[in-house]
């Protein structure tokens, strides 16, 4: 349980007086992601201590605005159909796609069409692309280019997601590069992280975005999970602070976009570590089994 945060920041965060200064004048928003939210309307004041000392100290019992934590539902499961398609992933060649429910025992739901694939580029500018509304026919086409590390997740039309792969995909060259698109790294849109590398259980993790156009959409993936989940900034905020509860030994990435549904450049990873394995309703993150 995450009841103190890494031994760089202390064994006892709720009496020492570095964790007091932060706690009174941190203006960064701390979210966190419980089973349920607090009915009772709190000042925005209150809201910040609340869900920071929650995320620390009271795992169990934790505290935010619901209006603000936006998971997805895995109603449904992708995959590649083809061996053509390992860890690298070729420029230029259209890549199968099949579609089935997550859990027939639950529902026949193969998802809502039309399909779009995220492909979140490592250190780079994620891309949104259409791949078709019949489940049956679906495929997607590499056109990042070559060396571009990815992690993809498959969304339909109600942004529900069909699952994250166990791996990061490298592009590799194809037979040709002519589809190849350079994404745009416009510096005047970015999000950068306080940390690189890895990332342990119950560490903070500090992201700010900078330009692009307010209010801004954080959204939070890991290898080998269900669903991404997205968390929307009160409007004039551009900092967040992760507190992580996801499952370790995974590759978790940050991605920004903003009112104007731009993806923002930089998306950071890093590797999750710790000997915690939360439940289902006590993680942004679920791991397939």
């Not at 966190?32 to 869900?51: G, H």
């Not at 505290?63 to 995959?79: E, G, K, R």
């Not at 429910?101 to 979140?120: I, Q």
Request: with cysteine; net charge neutral.
């Amino acid at each position: 349980m995450c009841y103190k945060i890494n031994a760089k920041q202390g064994t006892s965060p709720s009496t020492s007086v570095p964790f007091r200064n932060r706690l009174r004048n941190d203006t960064s928003r701390i979210i966190v992601f419980p089973s349920f939210s607090c009915a009772a309307a709190l000042d925005v004041k209150t809201q910040r201590t609340v869900e920071m000392l929650s995320s620390v100290l009271l795992p169990s019992a934790l505290c935010v605005l619901s209006t603000i934590f936006t998971p997805a539902q895995a109603q449904f499961q992708w995959q590649f159909n083809t061996s053509v398609a390992s860890t690298s992933l070729a420029t230029c060649v259209s890549l199968p796609i099949t579609v089935k429910p997550f859990n027939t025992a639950l529902s026949n739901s193969s998802g809502v069409p039309p399909y779009s694939m995220m492909a979140f580029a490592v250190g780079g500018k994620p891309t949104t692309t259409l791949i078709g509304t019949d489940a049956n026919s679906l495929s997607w086409t590499v056109t990042q280019p070559v060396g571009t590390r990815l992690m993809l997740s498959l969304v339909d039309a109600q942004s529900s997601a069909g699952g994250i792969p166990a791996d990061i995909y490298e592009v590799t060259a194809g037979q040709t590069t002519n589809c190849v698109i350079t994404p745009s790294t416009a510096p005047n849109f970015t999000i950068t992280s306080n940390i690189t590398g890895s990332l342990a259980t119950c560490q903070h993790w500090g992201l700010t975005i900078t330009g692009g156009v307010a209010p801004y959409k954080i959204t939070l993936a890991s290898t080998g999970a269900r669903v991404v989940t997205n968390v929307t900034l009160p409007s004039g905020d551009n900092h967040f602070t992760y507190v992580n509860r996801a499952a370790p030994g995974a590759q978790l990435i940050a991605a920004a976009s903003d009112s104007n549904g731009q993806w923002a450049t930089g998306t950071p990873m890093l590797t999750t570590q710790g000997d915690w394995s939360p439940g289902e309703d006590d993680t942004p993150v679920y791991h397939l089994a």
